[in-house]
């Protein structure tokens, strides 16, 4: 279902050759039929971005997008000036296809960095799934299909709004995944009628508290890019915090099937700080604990070792997290086990079988929080990243 | 060998039943038999530090140490009161031994968090060990052994200065390294004639271009401590310079060899950042690319992925290392993979079969540099963190 559950956009997904899996569905067209055209991103801040990003970076300035052309099988990184234009030419291929400008088609690449893509292969992609666009939810599942590297299965998101307005969304991302942002490709689609500004600022709030708060392996991507477009094809004009709200949550959906999916991963790992003097102050300290391979291999091995965390939450600087040692508490899937910064409960009364895992850490230095995601670290990310070429 | 090479020192390791593995050395005695009793000492910034480092903090103070005892098997880390009692009373039944007062002792834990030590047998240990003191080159070697915990081999150095002063030293650490510092226990011992002052000196020198410089798994511990004695049995006061040139070699040395036993490593990694505009700029930089897991697990795959290299170098921010991505180049073992921040000679030109692999980074920005020192990340280092309790 994905980006055609909202009225106006139509999505194709096909097997353009371009990845190293024969047969596999390694490029997507996302088309926006209007009546509007609005559009936000938001990019990586990685000093690497790719080809693609600063082509869609640069598209997306003025609010219009018309179309999202993505491939799998190779991200058209550090791949220089070649690169830049083997962007321009897809964008103007598809602009020509779908009967607009280039500057208003976005393009999105992900795979392995440093090599170009096949153009040809591109090329004749964009044309075929020109000829398989459909709305159905048929092709918005092809397309969420054709974005997978590592994944291991789709992700998509489908929300309603109370006046009958719809959003629908893709992500792609399982490794290289660290805040500011995930590695990942991301289209949301809307048929609310509303404004770039709207949607810029939905999915600025929408994209910090989701993506951005989301840690695999704590490696920013060259090529992450996050879309919403807007086709006004419902003709409703939502209530502004109702739409930040599903734009929100529609970021929040996927960020977490995201973490669902990290590579090797199993367990996902929600913390949660509380008792912080600032919600910064409560990230910060969720962020390190997130970040500690210790933990996370912990994790996997199914000991909900607390030392890890504290050890973690140590190392982030009094000036960004004031909070007193021996004040902290750590429950780890509602076992108090580290208490007034020493031990609490036996560990042995935690219950590590689901998947989830759930740390709480109060800080009791004030009333923010804020909640991070990560997953552990397993024999089988470690063979995915060590033993195959991505 | 280690720190009884060193005049004026003795030392003892013993099996003191605090380790879960019957029989292992656990528990080491350093005794620095004079005329001086300088020392200088560092520690963890970890704000969550254990007894035993607020213990040692305050005993170095004021520039003297008599003694110092370390055990593994525990870190009495985040134990509260009661630790630090343990620790305090661990110093006077050492100081009794020995016939100082308690505030010269310093005291050195590790192992698990959170759980108090095993008292009776750290001070049944603590008699054992001083009445088998010596200042052979077994005594020496046994106390490098009862500090180790994942550690597969004892690490020291041995130095000599030109008018024949001596520099001995061991150090544990395998796991939760990461700057500022390494994980680790460290005692390094002189016979130089030298004051606390020129020690603390040197050691601060020594310790930022070598302990703080190494990574294994970004993970900062709450026991580190490096601890600096001077016997001054050597008669001899030695050249400043060539004094902190020896200290800096001996951490160096010893750092090294904390990274060719990281856990589960298979390959150890430096990684040398040039043309950068400041020191702190090329250790950002190197820091970055340390830190990255995804680089890690392709070396312990053998794959020189550079894309890995870039995207981790494009996470430092402009104001922190100025340069522009389109010239950097990176070497992996000699062969120039990346060029103007685009694919340079293949990669597979790269022979990626020693331990030792080399990362040269030219920012060409500026003529400074910075070089660190990691591990990639195996399967074993998964297997050893998730498996066992450590």
Redesign the interface.
């Known amino acids: 279902m994905s980006v055609t559950f909202a009225q106006g956009f139509s999505a194709a997904g096909v097997a353009a050759g371009i990845s190293s899996v024969a047969g596999k569905k390694d490029l997507a067209l996302v088309v926006n039929n209007g009546p509007l055209d609005a559009a936000a991103g938001v990019f990586t ?5 790719a080809a693609p990003v600063q082509w869609s970076r640069h598209a997306v300035a003025d609010g219009h997008i018309k179309a999202v052309i993505l491939n799998s099988g190779g ?1 058209n ?4 000036k070649p ?1 830049y234009e083997q962007s321009r030419t897809t964008a103007e291929t598809v602009a020509s296809l779908v009967g607009a400008d280039a500057d208003d088609i976005a393009v999105c690449s992900t795979g ?4 170009l893509l096949p153009l040809d292969h591109v090329l004749a992609g964009a044309r075929a799934a020109h000829d398989a666009l459909a709305s159905t939810a048929e092709a918005g599942a092809d397309a969420s299909h054709a974005i997978m590297t590592t994944d291991t299965k789709p992700k998509t998101v489908t929300l309603e709004g109370k006046a009958g307005w719809r959003i629908g969304g893709m992500v792609k991302g399982s ?2 995944i ?1 805040p500011q942002l995930a590695t990942m490709l991301c289209v949301i689609t809307t048929d609310a009628v509303v404004s770039a500004g709207q949607l810029q600022a939905a999915l600025n709030a929408g994209v910090d508290t989701s993506f951005n708060r989301i840690d695999v ?6 090529n992450d890019t996050v879309l919403l477009l807007a086709s006004g094809a419902s003709g409703v004009e939502p209530d502004p915090d109702e739409f930040n709200a599903l734009v929100a949550s529609a970021c929040a959906s996927l960020a977490r099937q995201i973490i669902g999916d990290g590579e090797g991963a199993s367990h996902d790992i929600r913390i949660t700080v509380t008792g912080a003097t600032t919600e910064d102050a409560a990230l910060a300290c969720g962020r390190a604990v997130a ?4 933990l996370k ?2 994790i ?2 199914n ?1 909900p ?4 965390i ?7 600087p ?1 000036d960004v997290a004031p909070y007193d ?2 004040k902290v508490t750590v429950d780890v899937n509602g076992v108090r086990i ?1 208490e ?4 609490g409960r036996d560990r042995s009364e935690v219950d590590m079988t689901p998947r989830e895992v759930h740390i709480d850490i109060d800080l009791n230095a004030g009333d923010a929080e804020a909640t991070v995601w990560t997953d552990d ?3 089988e ?9 991505s």
């Open positions: 801040s990685n000093r690497f971005c991200a990184a550090c791949t220089g690169g392995l960095i440093g090599e490794g290289m660290a392996d704590g490696c920013m991507s060259t970040a500690s391979n210790l291999c912990a996997s091995g000991d070792n607390w030392g890890r504290v050890s973690s939450l140590g190392t982030v009094p040692a021996t580290c007034n910064g020493g031990a670290l397993t024999h990310y470690v063979h995915i990243n060590a033993d195959y070429e």
